[in-house]
C-alpha cells in the first residue's frame, strides 16, 4: 500500500515566518503523497481586532457569528492558505488550496443541540474520498484550509485537528496513512517543564497508564483521545512533533517525536 | 472537438446578491465544461476602507502595495471565491476554487518597466493547460480569483478580464471556447443611452467601422480589442452579455447580447 502523509500545522506555527519556511521546506521535501491541513487561529484574531470584531472563545472553541465567520473566510481561506500555496510552488511542491467546499470534498453541518451556541461552526459529515484521491493519484498536493460548507452552501469554520484526522481516517482504505500533528513542543513531553522530555512511544495501553497518572496534560487530552479513534479507523500511525523535525519523516519513521500506535 | 465555456463575472454583479444568486443558476445549470473568472473589485475596496488601507486606482487599474495585496488576497481569494464555490456546490456544480498559484495553473511575473508602478500586480507569462485539462476532464469547474503567483512564490494581484481571455486561448488547442463576458448591460451598445440597443454580431471589419464612427465607447475599446486578440488565437467565439441571460447559452449560441467573431 502507498503511503500518505496527512499533516496538521497549528496557529502559532504559520504565525512565525522563520518556522513557516523551514516548515514548508521540510514538507515540500518530503516524499510521497501529502495533504497539508493549517490553522490560522491567531491571524484571524488580529484581522478581527483590526475590523473590530470581538474575539470570543469558550473551551478553546471560537464562536463563529457572521462578521467572524467573514473574518475566517478571508483569513483562512484567501491570506494564510494562498500564501502557503505559493510558498510550495515555489518550493516545488504541486499544492493546491482546497476548503471543504471545494470539489464537494467535505461536507458539513452546522454545530446544532451543544449547550453552548458556536455560531457558523461546521462539524463534518462526510469525506469525498475519491475526488480527494484524484486529485492526489495527479500528483497534485491538497492544502487545507479549516473551512467547510454545509448542503445549502453556507460556509462553516471547523477544527483543522478534527479536519485532519477525518482526513487521515477517509483516506486509510486507499493509502497507510501517517497523521501528523507538527506544533511548537518536541512531541508529548513526560515532564511539561522539560521540553527535551518527549516520550519516544505511546501505545494505546501506555496511554491508558499515562492519563492514570496524571503525566499527560489536561490540553493534550482531547488531541490524543482523537489520535487514538484515528488509530482505531485504521490509521496506521499517529505522530506529534515539532515543526521542524518534518524532515526526518522521509523514511517514514519519525526520528524525534512522539510516535502513537494502538499496540 | 468538445465545447469549453470561460466565463468572466464582474465585480459589479457580484456585489449585488440577487444578480449572485441569478447568475450561479445559470451558470450551474449550463451544460458541458465551463471554467469561471471572477473579480471583486467593489468587496476589495470597501473591506480596504474598513482596515485604513487608501485604494488608488490609476486608469482603472488598482495600485496594490503590500497592504492591499493582502486584502485581495483576503477578498478575492477568500471571501468571494469561497463563497461562490459554496454557492456553486450547493446548486450541483462541482467548483473549485483557485487562483493561479494553485496547482501551478498560471506563472506571472510582476508588472516592471511601466511608467506607472502598479506594485503587486501580476502579468500572466504562462498557462498550465495540461493541469486544467486534467480537473476538466474530471468533471471539476474551476472557479478562478484573479490571482497569480510568481516562480517565488510572491502572490500578485492581476486582472481578471485578462485571465479570463488568457485562459481561453490557452485551452482553444484542446476545446471549442466561448469566451463570455457578463456585466451589467445586454452587450456592446449603440447608442451608450439605450440599454435595449445591443448590437447583436460584430466581426472585425464591423469592429473597425464602429471604432471609426464613435459607435463604442472609449471603456469598450481595451475589452473588444482584447476580446479579438482572443479569437485571433483560435478562441471561437466571444460573448458579451448581461449576467442574467447566461441560462440563454446553453445550446452555446447567445440568444442575446453581443457575440463577437473574426469574421
Not at 95 to 123: H, M, N, P, Q
Not at 124 to 142: A, F, H, Q, S
Not at 145 to 158: E, K, M, R, S, Y
Request: aromatic residues 6%.
Amino acid at each position: 500500500m502507498e503511503k500518505l502523509f496527512v499533516i496538521k500545522i497549528g496557529g502559532n506555527v504559520i504565525d512565525d515566518a522563520a518556522a513557516t519556511g523551514h516548515f514548508l521546506k521540510g514538507f515540500a521535501a518530503l516524499a510521497g503523497r501529502k495533504i497539508l491541513v493549517h490553522g490560522g487561529g491567531k491571524a484571524a484574531t488580529r484581522m478581527a481586532a483590526r475590523l473590530g470584531v470581538q474575539t470570543q472563545m469558550v473551551e478553546g472553541r471560537r464562536i463563529t457569528d457572521l462578521p467572524m465567520l467573514e473574518v475566517v473566510t478571508m483569513v483562512y481561506g484567501g491570506l494564510v492558505n494562498k500564501n502557503l500555496v505559493a510558498r510550495l510552488q515555489a518550493e516545488g511542491c504541486n499544492a493546491i488550496g482546497l476548503t471543504g467546499a471545494d470539489a464537494g470534498s467535505i461536507l458539513a453541518r452546522k454545530r446544532e443541540g451543544w449547550a453552548v451556541d458556536y455560531g457558523y461552526a461546521g462539524d463534518i459529515v462526510r469525506v469525498n474520498g475519491e475526488i480527494l484521491l484524484k486529485l492526489l493519484e495527479t500528483g497534485l498536493v491538497p492544502v487545507f484550509a479549516p473551512l467547510t460548507a454545509d448542503d445549502q452552501g453556507q460556509l462553516l469554520n471547523t477544527n483543522a485537528d478534527t479536519m485532519a484526522s477525518v482526513l487521515a481516517t477517509a483516506l486509510a482504505p486507499f493509502y497507510e496513512v501517517s497523521l501528523v500533528y507538527c506544533f511548537e513542543k518536541k512531541g508529548v513531553l513526560a515532564d511539561p517543564e522539560d521540553d527535551e522530555s518527549a516520550i519516544p512511544h505511546i501505545t494505546h495501553g501506555k496511554y491508558g497508564e499515562l492519563k492514570a497518572g496524571g503525566v499527560v496534560s489536561k490540553g493534550m487530552i482531547p488531541k490524543l483521545d482523537n489520535a487514538f479513534a484515528a488509530l482505531e479507523q485504521k490509521v496506521a500511525q499517529v505522530i506529534i512533533c515539532q515543526a521542524g523535525a518534518l524532515g526526518t519523516l522521509s523514511s517514514g519513521i519519525a526520528l524525534s517525536g512522539t510516535r502513537l500506535t494502538l499496540s
